[in-house]
């Protein structure tokens, strides 16, 4: 894999949004969070306002169950009580949630689907990258397949098997195929072709941890 030169963490300018509730009972809320909104407060000055404080201003027992990068949108989930949490951390613990993403990426894939298969693990002085080790990486799976195409990019369904940080970013890379404004894993061309990172959180489905109903929620795609 070609390596990227760390660039500087933007300025940290949250989207004043309304907050955009997909799915909400008394034990589950499912928000749609847009790009440039960290999903938990950072340790730097400023950035307290997140996904989870605003959710729990809409609900004071919101608690997150997973999390997406800060500029990836979609869908999240929060569970509502201590019961609800542990069921679906389960879920994702034991791989029971299908999730579904849409990745902008540079160039065209030689096959129109495939499997990555490659272990992750942090890539610790230059964290939060992660990096590809088959010796002390943990397991990554990603599914995926082509949707569409321009003239300079293509457009992936990806459905991540596993839930490992910056997954989908690096297994495209792996492809050579980095995402369309990536800010630690694509080249300039790449990188400068939108004016945020194009990865979306477009489908989750998982059982509702109190009425084993299957919930198929759903997002547009935002690029």
């Known amino acids: 894999m070609t390596v990227i030169p760390q660039r500087p963490r933007p ?8 907050l955009a509730v997909v ?20 340790t730097s000055p400023g950035t307290h306002d997140c996904l989870e404080s605003r959710a729990i201003d809409y609900n004071s027992e919101a608690r997150l169950v997973h999390r997406l990068d800060w500029d990836t949108s ?12 542990a069921h679906l951390g389960r879920q994702f613990e034991d791989r029971v949630v299908k999730k579904q993403y ?23 002085p230059n964290r939060p ?7 002390q990486g943990r397991e990554a799976i990603t599914e995926w397949e082509v949707i ?9 369904l990806m459905k991540p098997k596993t839930g490992r940080s910056h997954q989908l970013r690096v297994h495209c890379q792996y492809l050579g195929h980095p995402i369309i404004g990536d800010r630690m894993y694509a080249p300039d061309e790449a990188y400068y072709a939108h004016e ?19 919930l198929n929620l759903k997002s547009p795609c935002p690029f």
């Not at 589950?28 to 969070?33: A, I, R, S």
């Not at 849409?102 to 610790?124: F, K, M």
């Not at 990258?129 to 010796?135: A, K, L, V």
């Not at 194009?198 to 109903?213: A, K, N």
Request: charged letters at 20%; proline letters at 7%.
């Open 102 to 124: 849409i990745a902008r990426v540079w160039g065209h894939p030689d096959q129109q689907s495939g499997i990555v298969n490659q272990p992750l693990r942090c890539d610790w």
């Open 196 to 214: 945020r990172m194009c990865l979306h959180s477009t489908q989750v489905e998982f059982y509702h941890p109190v009425t084993r109903e299957w």
């Open 11 to 18: 300025d940290y300018n949250p989207p004043m949004v309304p």
């Open 74 to 85: 979609g869908l999240i989930i929060f569970g509502l009580t201590a019961k609800t949490r």
């Open 129 to 135: 990258r992660q990096m590809i080790d088959h010796e």
């Open 148 to 156: 569409s195409q321009t003239e300079t990019t293509t457009d992936l």
């Open 23 to 42: 799915y909400e009972d008394e034990f589950v809320l499912v928000l749609d969070k847009p790009t440039g909104l960290l999903t938990v407060s950072g």
